[in-house]
């Protein structure tokens, strides 16, 4: 059985409100992407209002980041999207799709929160595009390419009858969106019992769309936010071929146990690289920013291997 799934980097924690130009509480829950050569993360920070804002950083080798001086999403005085966004915006996640990077991201407001969709083409200036959800929605991730001619996204829903699962759509336009259906819910006596989320931006594998998703224990002590994989059929990602019944990466290190809110990894984001890894990057504590690297096949077989039911 193979011991660790994660190689942690060894400069952890990669980002922390101390690297950050302007005045911050976090850097957590970065999405990056790979845009001319080098790594974008566009990261998640908390102000001292308790409300989020959307920063960006840069990196030739996708460990050492250099934070811009202003931010890159902050909520929004556009009349359709400032109604939405009032309480601020948070967790965001990079899809490359047709020429332009999406960004999908929480908006919160006094009418719950729903995720809101962004483009840009050059990491400089962004623009609004619509949102993609009501309320209450969170972790969006839309696959970087169409499947049968369609955009495809998965997200995270709420209910008391089926609380915290993940739920697929799709789209002619990025824009409007249908065909919902469950695949994944939370299981009783696995480690992601209580909640999941979608994380990173599926990966295109031989053997299907690998899934990095979090997953919540509750315990005597508080809640515990774990990573884990899921692997979607290619042609037909509605169709769960495993979910990995062992978590990948949970907290251990010191500032992923205690931070804004204790015992939390969270991803946004994974950068899959030319010889079969990826580098995974994920918020420790809701306050830093960690990375590591895995073998994608590993990962891959873990869900092949090792399943939970799906639902
Ligand atoms: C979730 C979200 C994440 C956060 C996590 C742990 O519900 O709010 O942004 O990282 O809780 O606090």
């Known amino acids: 059985m193979k011991k660790e799934f994660v190689t942690r980097y060894e400069g952890n924690?990669?980002?922390?409100?101390?690297?950050?130009?302007?005045?911050?509480?976090?850097?957590h829950n970065a999405g990056v992407t790979k845009f001319d050569g080098r790594y974008i993360m566009l990261f998640r920070s908390h102000l001292d209002t308790g409300r989020s804002i959307i920063g960006i950083a840069e990196s030739e080798d996708g460990f050492k980041f250099t934070a811009r001086d202003e931010p890159f999403i902050v909520p929004s005085k556009e009349p359709v999207f400032s109604e939405y966004e009032e309480y601020g915006v948070e967790d965001p996640r990079i899809t490359a799709l047709d020429g332009a990077y999406y960004i999908t991201y929480s908006a919160y407001s006094k009418y719950g929160v729903r995720i809101g969709l962004a483009k840009t083409t050059d990491f400089q200036s962004v623009e609004r595009v619509t949102f993609i959800t009501q309320a209450d929605y969170r972790n969006t991730v839309i696959f970087p390419?169409?499947?049968?001619?369609?955009?495809?996204?998965?997200?995270?829903?709420?209910?008391?009858?089926?609380?915290?699962?993940?739920?697929?759509?799709?789209?002619?336009?990025l824009r409007y969106w249908g065909d919902s259906k469950l695949v994944m819910k939370p299981v009783a006596y696995h480690w992601d019992e209580m909640k999941i989320g979608p994380g990173a931006v599926p990966i295109k594998t031989e053997k299907g769309w690998l899934s990095i998703y979090h997953g919540v224990f509750p315990t005597m002590d508080g809640c515990v936010y774990r990573l884990g994989v899921a692997l979607h059929k290619?042609?037909?990602?509605?169709?769960?071929?495993?979910?990995?019944?062992?978590?990948?990466?949970?907290?251990?290190d010191p500032w992923e146990v205690v931070g804004y809110v204790h015992n939390v990894v969270f991803t946004c984001g994974a950068v899959a690289e030319d010889d079969g890894t990826l580098k995974l990057y994920w918020g420790g504590a809701d306050k830093v920013m960690c990375a590591g690297?895995?073998?994608?096949?590993?990962?891959?077989?873990l869900c092949l291997s090792e399943s939970r039911e799906a639902k």
Do not use: C, M
Request: aromatic share 8%.
């Open 145 to 173: 390419e169409k499947i049968n001619g369609r955009y495809v996204k998965l997200d995270r829903p709420h209910s008391d009858i089926s609380p915290w699962s993940i739920w697929i759509s799709f789209s002619e336009d």
């Open 234 to 252: 290619l042609d037909e990602p509605e169709v769960i071929l495993g979910v990995g019944d062992r978590w990948i990466l949970q907290p251990e």
């Open 293 to 301: 690297t895995a073998v994608i096949d590993e990962l891959v077989e």
């Open 13 to 27: 924690p990669i980002l922390t409100k101390d690297d950050i130009p302007y005045k911050v509480e976090t850097v």
